[in-house]
Nanobody, 121 residues
């Protein structure tokens, strides 16, 4: 069984910064693509950023230049550094991972429980 646990959310003023962390635990052989999604109140869950095993990154247009995704495979952790936060960034942020567990050839998708980010004066 694999678990993804997010941390680092909270309340921040516009223009401020936060860094989210997502730690994967369990019988993990390999983290493949790791991503952050977010779901604002009353809206759908959308992709924010992704990073492949080879460190190729993609970002939603709304966060380019402000957010940075990174990963530490030695500690099975992915990060999302968020700068110059705006009220529109308020959402629950979810970690998503495509992970090989139990056996190298067995790959499944996993979600974390989410962490709340509120950007307000």
């Amino acid at each position: 069984q694999v678990h993804l646990v997010e941390s680092g959310g909270g309340l921040v003023q516009p223009g401020g910064s936060l860094t989210l962390s997502c730690e994967a635990s369990g019988d993990i052989f390999q983290l493949w693509s790791m991503s952050w999604y977010r779901q604002p109140p009353g809206k759908q869950r959308d992709l924010v950023a992704s990073i492949t095993r080879f460190r190729t990154t993609t970002y939603a247009d709304s966060v380019k230049g402000r957010f940075t995704i990174s990963r530490d495979d030695a500690n099975n952790t992915v990060y999302l550094a968020m700068n110059n936060l705006e009220p529109e960034d308020t959402a629950i942020y979810f970690c998503f991972g495509r992970i090989s567990a139990l056996a190298p050839e067995v790959t499944s998708d996993y979600w974390g429980q989410g962490t709340q980010v509120i950007v307000a004066p």
